[in-house]
């Protein structure tokens, strides 16, 4: 049987020493204050917000909630980013994706300066965590990093096959194993035999986006299968890119759907905005 790698768990167990670091904070006269920009109404995305500032207050954060409509101008939407760049009071910003299409996701998310980028999103960010410099990690890989770290997973000379190539989750996943010595390959929609790659993989990361796409025939016997997708199945229950049933007896370790990654995306958040108020006061 595989071992599951309880995501609520760690997540809890990073909360709690991100708490102290806020207590610290508060001590030296800062509360560490993260501001999140919701345009329109997708109910996923007022879900999501709702989730993060609700863990903000949770943990003695500040939270800002800054609601514009579906149909705001470009134009309005940096106005109120070169705001929350001036505001003293706000450490992180974030821009709750996806915008509406008349709205140029790269002009907004490179707006945000790269003090306060706790989503990690903006070409400074990625372009020093490609270099291996200190930044803010974008939540979802960082999150799977401690995910891995925290269930003694070594990831040194290790083969690891993703499964996906978004920006937001993909790329950014690869480069992080990379920088921790993986040997990293890249799969996407193009690629031709899934399973020939995968087979190989001594740590899976599925980010697909497709209900039980990953099965017994993509894994190999032994090895670590980190299952990212977060979709609803033909029962309508929520449910992962990984075959759980399937793959549980063949992987070392597997995380599950909901309670595996899910959890470690906002831990990452709160990390990254407590980090990024610890660089105000250094
Ligand atoms: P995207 O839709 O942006 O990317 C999906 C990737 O999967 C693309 O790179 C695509 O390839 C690839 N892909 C699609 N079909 C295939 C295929 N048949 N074989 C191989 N690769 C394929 O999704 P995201 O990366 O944003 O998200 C992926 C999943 O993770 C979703 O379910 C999402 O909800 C979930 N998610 C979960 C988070 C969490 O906190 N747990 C956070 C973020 C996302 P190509 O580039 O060629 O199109």
Redesign the pocket.
Known sequence: MSQIINGKEIGQKIREEVQTRVATLKTQGVTPGLAVILVGENPASKTYVANKQKSCEAIGMHSALIKLAEDVSQEALLAEIAKLNQDDAIHGILVQLPLPNHIDEDAVIGAITPAKDVDGFSPVSVGKMMLGQDTFLPC?PYGIMKLLAYSGIEVAGKHAVI????H???KPMGQLLLNEDATVTY?????VN?PYYTKQADIIIA????PNFITAEHVKEGAVVID????RNEQNKLCG?VDFKAVEGIASHITPVPGG??PM?ITMLLDNTVKAAENTVK
């Open positions: 979802t499964v996906g190539r978004s937001i989750v993909g799969t996407h929609s193009k690629t899934l980010a697909v986006g497709r990212v997708g977060i979709n890119d990654v899910g995306t």
